[in-house]
Nanobody, 125 residues
């Protein structure tokens, strides 16, 4: 079992930055591809960014490419999402997820084995 806890969300203005953290416990995440998803009110959960087990490969949704950066520190069992130039449309609950043993960075919710409880990000205009 892997427990994931997100933190770092909050209320910011458009153009500001936030860094989300996802702290894992229970097992090392070194063999898990990790992903960030988000869900806005009334919308489905959508892929934001993903990172391979070693951190050598990353993938982003087109809507955040160039503004968000995913990274990981396996020694700290933590994954990060640096979000710059935030826009009101980035407002959502952000979730961290873990996918065991996959060499492919999953972009759908179905492939992920563990999820955090989410952290709210609100961007005002």
């Amino acid at each position: 079992q892997v427990q994931l806890v997100e933190s770092g969300g909050g209320l910011v203005q458009a153009g500001d930055s936030l860094r989300l953290s996802c702290a894992a416990s229970g097992r090392s995440i070194s063999r898990y591809s990790m992903g960030w998803f988000r869900q806005a009110p009334g919308k489905e959960r959508e892929f934001v960014a993903g990172i391979s087990t070693s951190g050598g490969r990353t993938q982003y949704a087109d809507s955040v490419k160039g503004r968000f950066t995913i990274s990981r520190d396996n020694a700290k069992n933590t994954v990060y999402l640096q979000m710059n130039s935030l826009k009101p449309e980035d407002t959502a609950v952000y979730f961290c997820a873990a996918d065991y043993g996959s060499v492919i960075i999953g972009t759908t919710t179905a492939v992920y084995d563990y999820w955090g409880q989410g952290t709210q990000v609100t961007v005002s205009s």
